[in-house]
Every structure is written in structure tokens, then in C-alpha cells.
């Protein structure tokens, strides 16, 4: 059963409102990033995005087993590897590593 995103903070994460996106880059990941916290923190954008994803990805699943991993994440992962166009590997190497993502 997939949650829609973990409740409790681990060590050393940052809160999403806490994110701090320098505005002068020039790419389209801080543009991302920026989108993504603003889905996140607003309400009626949070509920709409959480509904499309429930409706697509847990339609039909039984609310057992594993959690794996939460909706959040696989949209903001998914995103992330068609905002920048990126290879699989490229983005577990960003989600491993890269502390904006």
C-alpha cells in the first residue's frame, strides 16, 4: 500500500517549505524544484495532483504488502527524469546524491 508521502521526517532531511532555490540558474531543474514545492505546500494543487495519482497508480491494488516507496516521491522522481531528460541511471544517481532533489 502506497502512502501519499511520509509524515515523519529522518535525520538530516530538510522540510519541503524549508528548500531554499537560488532564482539566477538558468536550467530547468530549479524551475522544477520551484513547481515542486509549490504542488506540495498549496492545498487544492496537492489534493488534485495526490487524486490523478491515486486514480492511476493504486486503482485496482490491494492495500496490502509492501509500502514501497510513497507517491510523492515516484511523481517528484518522475518528473524529475522528463523536466531534464535524463538516463535512469543519471537520476538514481541524482536521488542518491543531489540534496535539492
Avoid at 529522518?10 to 528548500?19: A, C, N, T
Avoid at 524544484?33 to 495532483?49: G, S
Avoid at 509500502?67 to 515516484?74: A, F, H, K, P, S
Amino acid at each position: 500500500m502506497r502512502k501519499r508521502f511520509e509524515q515523519q521526517l529522518q535525520l538530516g532531511q530538510k522540510p519541503i517549505s524549508e528548500i531554499q532555490i537560488n532564482p539566477r540558474y538558468r536550467s530547468a531543474y530549479p524551475k522544477l524544484i520551484f513547481a515542486l514545492k509549490l504542488i506540495f505546500t498549496t492545498p487544492e494543487y496537492n489534493e488534485k495532483v495526490f487524486s490523478i495519482l491515486k486514480d492511476k497508480i493504486l486503482k485496482g491494488k490491494k492495500k496490502t504488502g509492501r509500502t514501497g516507496m510513497d507517491l510523492w516521491m515516484l511523481f517528484v522522481l518522475a518528473q524529475t527524469r522528463l523536466c531534464l531528460n535524463i538516463s535512469y541511471d543519471e537520476l538514481h544517481r541524482m536521488a542518491n546524491v543531489d540534496n535539492m532533489l
